[in-house]
């Protein structure tokens, strides 16, 4: 073991070839080690467990340790069921024991003032990690920015509410528990992220899919819409037009699912075992959980927040995918024509068939594909995301950034055969790589140097972004602001990377009139 200088305010130790490097933080002395430069730091504890009693209360503060807390190894990951093939995990297993985040960060002390991203992992609020191998932040380090990965409760575990528990809370309130365990992550950031060379007052959040849900909340919310300096938001946004539940719901929801397991109260509930409440969740005619209007995260709908202006007054940078579903989704296995494409909607959405498809609507057969994608992506995801985008460029007070990204991952590695459909896009949650710069991590792919590309001028845009609330600078297109009440400028991100004018406003503008 030799010493070889001091780092971050403590001292680095080199041992069979890794280098060893501690931190302070507000709870005590912690080590990570060093990879080229980059200091990396796992499973660094932000609250404190929420088991036993703390399962469905609000996250608590830590306790400080005595010694050195090693963070070699990811924390356990949250409870939940494997749902989703294309999650990777590199975490210490799975636990209610999971309120970790991870932090890589390129500076040599702690006096630099970085900017910092604080990324939440998408999975619909039920999957997911900070360890996933997408999520990993060493490129964006290299980029001059400290990246933060946190986990956050999910589930039941997660998004849980009872009457008992809104009686027993000190704000009248149950369920929300992963938004808050986000919200207190962020509040250890900006308490502790100097102690990593960071900025506290130049924090980025970002996210995809549930992960951009969480961006979207985190922004909306009193507890900590003042925490950020900027915001990314990657297909998804609690801005659709389904309307989210409300306490008084979510609580006879709760009783439902206490009915429905057989569990004579809250306490029976809270002393099941974690592996038996998660197999519960799995049950037939069980209600499930996620984000509801609570009245203490969130005080009325987030919709509402956003159109009054009373969000995070920072700027935006926000964007979805080509092919955020496709064309089956409406059509199933039917031929691809017009005849069965308006039968499809209209037996889908009978109630505003006529309007959808004057919007969307295909003049031939050849077009059907790519209209009756684009509807199901919209149905999906795009339209929330859209209507976060038109709301915070007329209320935010700071400039909002539109992406559209196109570029289609290449196929499997050694794959044998490829998917059957007309069109190629750019799927659900493909950019993650590009966008972070990851593709080298992820060896499922067949990468070629396009995608190589793609991924370094998407990555400079997010770098660019992160750093000055801007994503223009050096090797970049010039991408220019979201105008309110007039068709956006949206940044096409794929080989042929350009802005342009805003497509189909009228689709969003139609959809905006509807709710389910």
């Known amino acids: 073991m030799v010493l070889v ?71 356990p990951r949250a409870m939940q069921l494997p749902v989703f093939s294309d999650m990777r995990f590199r975490s210490n297993g799975m636990s209610e024991d999971c309120l970790y985040l991870n932090v890589w960060t390129p500076s040599k002390n702690n006096r630099e003032k970085l900017p910092v991203l604080v990324y939440f992992y998408g999975g619909g609020f039920i999957a997911g990690d900070g360890s996933e191998y997408r999520y990993d932040g060493e490129s964006m380090a290299r980029q001059g920015i400290v990246m933060v990965t946190i986990n956050y409760r999910l589930g039941i575990f997660g998004f849980f509410s009872h009457p008992e528990l809104t009686r027993e809370s000190p704000h009248h309130a149950s369920g929300n528990y992963g938004l808050l365990d986000q919200c207190a992550a962020l509040q250890w950031v900006k308490r502790n992220i100097a102690y990593f060379g960071g900025d506290p007052d130049k924090i980025t959040i970002g996210g995809e899919s549930a992960g951009s849900f969480s961006v979207s909340a985190q922004m909306a919310s009193p507890l ?57 969740t799995s049950r037939r005619g069980v209600p499930l959980f996620g984000v509801i209007v609570d009245g203490y995260f969130f005080p009325t709908e987030p919709e509402t927040i956003f159109l009054k202006g009373e969000q995070a007054q920072v ?130 792919y067949d990468w070629q140097s396009e995608d190589y590309f793609v991924s370094t001028l998407s990555q400079l845009f997010f770098a660019h972004f992160i750093k000055t609330g801007n994503p223009n600078g050096l090797g970049v297109p010039t991408w220019l602001p979201v105008k309110p009440d007039e068709p956006a400028n949206v940044m096409i991100i794929g080989r042929n990377a350009r802005l342009q004018k805003e497509q189909h406003r009228d689709r969003y503008l139609y959809l905006r009139n509807i709710h389910f």
């Open 5 to 75: 200088g001091s780092l971050l305010g403590g001292y680095a130790q080199e041992k069979n070839d890794t280098v060893f490097v501690r931190s302070n933080t507000e709870n005590g002395v912690i080590e990570g080690f060093e990879r080229a430069g980059v200091k990396i730091f796992r499973g660094i504890p932000y609250a404190q467990p929420p088991v036993g009693k703390l399962r469905w209360r609000e996250p608590q503060p830590v306790k400080n340790w005595r010694g050195v807390k090693k963070t070699i190894h990811f924390g």
């Open 224 to 280: 900590s819409r003042n925490l950020i300096a900027g915001a990314i938001g990657e297909s998804g946004s609690l801005l659709g037009f389904r309307a989210m539940p409300h306490l008084s719901e979510a609580e006879k929801a709760g009783l439902s699912f206490q009915n429905a397991v057989g569990a004579k109260n809250l306490n029976e509930l809270r002393s099941t075992p974690a592996d038996q409440l998660l197999e519960m």
């Open 315 to 444: 700027p935006l940078l926000v964007g979805w995918n080509s092919m955020e579903s496709n064309y089956k989704a409406i059509l199933g296995e039917e031929e691809v024509t017009v005849e069965n494409y308006e039968k499809a909607v209209r037996k889908r959405y009978p109630d505003i068939a006529d309007g959808l498809l004057k919007v969307y609507k295909a003049n031939s057969d050849e077009e059907v594909a790519q209209v009756a994608t684009d509807l199901a992506s919209d149905m999906f995801i795009g339209y929330g995301t859209w209507n976060w985008s038109d709301i915070h460029a007329k209320t935010g007070n700071n400039e909002v950034y539109r992406y559209y990204f196109v570029h289609p991952r290449p196929g499997y590695k050694n794959a044998k055969t490829g998917d059957n459909l007309l069109i190629r896009g750019a799927v659900h949650s493909a950019e993650i790589e590009y966008v972070l710069g990851n593709l080298p991590v992820n060896d499922v």
